[in-house]
């Protein structure tokens, strides 16, 4: 793509700490701060809160799940796989319109998105790397999800 990959008519952008649905606690906050720094890093828009932002991104965990990919010959975990399901929602605080990216079709209210890591605890990773991995994985994904065209 040519020229900048996102609009001009979006200064700002509220993201607040993201919902969550699920049984495992703190996530929202380590998603949230994951999709902050991926604004700020690769985008040209501002945080900020509040009235004083053009737009707002929320998001709601709706599941986390980890499932076994393959076990040892005395049935222990050998690969894991993590996955989190959520539902992003971009929305324009000035006019009240629901922003959307052409990759994704967009149900009346939110975004469906998963992210997912694998990890194996034989060589060392664990659940927090592979949680790590999946949120840094779902910002791109999300942050990907504001550029332009909409």
């Known amino acids: 793509m040519v020229g900048n990959a996102y609009g001009p008519e979006v200064r700002t952008i509220e993201v607040p700490v993201f919902q969550n649905d699920s049984f495992r ?3 929202e906050y380590q998603l949230t701060e994951a999709v902050q720094k991926e604004i700020q890093t690769r985008t040209p828009y501002r945080l900020a809160k509040g009235p004083g932002a ?3 991104l929320t998001g709601r965990i709706v599941d986390i799940r980890k499932d076994v990919l393959g076990e040892t010959q005395f049935d222990d975990p050998r690969e894991l796989q993590l996955s989190l399901f959520i539902h992003v929602t971009w ?4 006019t009240g319109q ?3 990216s ?3 079709p967009i149900q009346p209210q939110a975004i469906p998105l998963v992210g997912q890591a694998e ?3 034989e060589v060392g990773q664990s659940l927090a790397t592979a949680t790590q991995d999946a949120t840094e994985r779902l910002a ?3 942050v990907n999800m504001l550029e332009t065209p909409w």
């Open 54 to 56: 053009d737009t707002r």
């Open 119 to 121: 990890f194996a605890p």
């Open 140 to 142: 791109r994904q999300i």
């Open 25 to 27: 606690r703190g996530i």
């Open 98 to 100: 629901l922003l959307a």
């Open 102 to 104: 052409q990759e994704v």
């Open 91 to 94: 929305e324009d605080l000035r």
